[in-house]
């Protein structure tokens, strides 16, 4: 919208379309040829002003670009390095489960190991017990 109203203001340079003693009616009176060349010097400074404003306009728009760009490939790196990190803790969360996965299974076999080891133990005093038993009544 501002840049609509900016090239409003570009209009030819007063002396090309005024030239000479223009002299022009006014409520009855005529303009002296001073006045009229002071009014078209403020003419032609104030178009100046506006194509120096526009070009500013330019420049700060195409720094506004260009920033709002940097700030969005920062954005998305930011988010990519956000995601990576994600997935490393989710890696590193699966990797912890299955381990302690192996430490039950290890566990539970190990602690079935030593079961069937006491078992075996009990069964073997058992039977010696009971031989033994046999032997002290039998004789």
Do not use: H
């Amino acid at each position: 919208m501002a840049s609509r109203m900016i090239a409003n203001c570009d209009l030819p340079p007063p002396r090309n379309v005024f030239s000479g003693a223009a002299a022009s009616l006014e409520g009855g009176r005529c303009w002296e040829n001073e006045e009229v060349d002071i009014l078209l010097e403020a003419l032609r400074l104030s178009q100046t002003r506006a194509r120096v404003a526009e070009r500013r306009y330019r420049l700060i728009c195409k720094e506004r670009d260009s920033l709002s760009n940097l700030l969005l490939e920062d954005s998305l790196r930011l988010l990519a390095c956000q995601n990576s990190i994600r997935l490393l803790e989710l890696q590193a969360s699966q990797m912890e489960d299955e381990q302690n996965k192996y430490k039950t299974a290890d566990n539970s076999v190990s602690a079935l190991t030593w079961f069937m080891a006491k078992a075996l133990c009990v069964g073997i005093a058992g039977v010696t017990l009971a031989f033994g038993s046999i032997f002290l009544f039998l004789t």
